[in-house]
């Protein structure tokens, strides 16, 4: 048997201008948000939805996946640092020797961009601003709005773990083997499990599925889409988790039999169970 091993050794910045970089991870939000507008495009002109409340839902979309992103990492896996740091929750700052300073202004920092952004916390901050668009815009339902919306962010989930990749960041355990990604930037020699690639690669095999399914009509089927999306994303989540080395958080340190990831996914993936039975049944999710 061939087992295939894998140096990786990217540079995590396209271009720089000045002190500041383009970062592939940034990119790939770029990306995935490009797409996913494209993607509800089509879908609102296909169920005659007018185009002009498809800007405020992207807006909608965007802020509360990086607010919740970024709250996600600070309270599920690093409060001990940022409660004594709080300047730098919200500003892509970290504190620098020497005589840096942020755009002038605030000294002994340095811009960093955006490192740290916790999946679960992106998608419960999305699913409450989704709730706030459908209480202001009174589109359809809130569960036909979720439906849909799930299928770009699947497709923006492929992107994201991608950018983790580039960035080295998020790893998986050793393989113990010759198979796995050595990565060089890292300073290590002994290749690991890609656990990045193995979610993206999952959100791909979710992505298709939420469109078949949706070409197919589930869709009609209020929640059908969204129960499924949140018990095979966060499924998927859960077993990629015991290849992945420990992020922390307060979750494992207080059970450790589970890592904060795992902890984080069950609720969602007995939510998306609960709903499908509730829909395959024609019972009321609300």
């Not at 009174?138 to 799930?150: E, N």
């Not at 492929?158 to 990749?165: D, H, M, S, T, W």
């Amino acid at each position: 048997m061939i087992l295939l091993k894998i140096n990786w050794s990217p540079s995590e910045t396209l271009v720089t201008f000045g002190n500041i970089g383009i970062h592939y991870y940034s990119l790939m939000f770029v990306i995935a948000f490009i797409l996913g507008l494209n993607i509800m495009k089509r879908i609102y002109k296909k169920e005659g939805v007018p185009e002009k409340y498809l800007d405020p839902l992207f807006i909608y979309v965007v802020v509360a996946t990086l607010l919740g992103a970024r709250l996600g990492e600070v309270f599920f896996y690093n409060w001990d640092y940022f409660q004594n740091n709080l300047v730098e929750i919200l500003i892509p700052i970290t504190k620098s020797a020497g005589d840096s300073t942020f755009f002038g202004l605030i000294k002994n920092y340095k811009f960093i961009g955006y490192r740290g952004l916790a999946s679960h916390g992106a998608a419960i901050a999305i699913i409450i601003c989704l709730y706030l668009y459908y209480k202001k815009y009174k589109l359809q339902s809130f569960v036909w709005l979720l439906d849909r919306v799930v299928i770009p962010v699947s497709l923006g989930g492929v992107f994201i773990r991608l950018g983790n990749f580039f960035n080295s960041e998020i790893v998986g355990k050793y393989t113990g083997s010759n198979f796995g990604v050595v990565f060089l930037n890292r300073n290590e020699m002994l290749p690991r499990h890609p656990a990045q690639v193995y979610e993206s690669l999952g959100c791909v095999v979710l992505f298709l599925l939420l469109v078949y399914l949706y070409r197919k009509g589930k869709g009609k089927q209020e929640g059908f889409l969204f129960g499924t999306f949140l018990t095979v994303l966060f499924t998927i989540r859960f077993f990629i988790e015991f290849v992945k080395v420990s992020q922390g958080g307060w979750f494992e340190e207080l059970m450790p039999v589970f890592t904060t990831g795992q902890w984080l996914s069950i609720p969602f993936v007995i939510a998306g169970i609960v709903i499908l039975y509730k829909v395959i049944n024609k019972k009321n999710i609300a």
